[in-house]
């Protein structure tokens, strides 16, 4: 297992609270792919959603589904995405 990176999700936090989905979403999707783990894949999907991007979103938690990732914020965002 890597180490845990300190501040890999700050980006996508501070853009997302600058009213940036855009780039909260990209940030979020980097720090997903750096550091894999059901945390970052579920505020990828977050993040995607906010800026719109249903389908990228829905593709972060086919992926956590795939690696076995499940928290409550994943549990939490694929009925939200249905809709």
Do not use: T
């Amino acid at each position: 297992m890597k180490a845990e990176q300190p501040g890999i999700g700050s980006h996508a936090a501070a853009s997302s609270h600058l009213g940036q989905p855009d780039r909260a979403a990209d940030e979020a999707g980097e720090a997903a792919r750096l550091q894999p783990s059901s945390y970052y894949f579920a505020a990828a999907a977050d993040k995607c959603r906010w800026a719109s991007r249903f389908i990228e979103a829905k593709s972060w938690l086919d992926k956590a589904g795939a690696l076995k990732f499940d928290n409550p914020e994943i549990r939490y965002e694929r009925p939200v995405l249905l809709f």
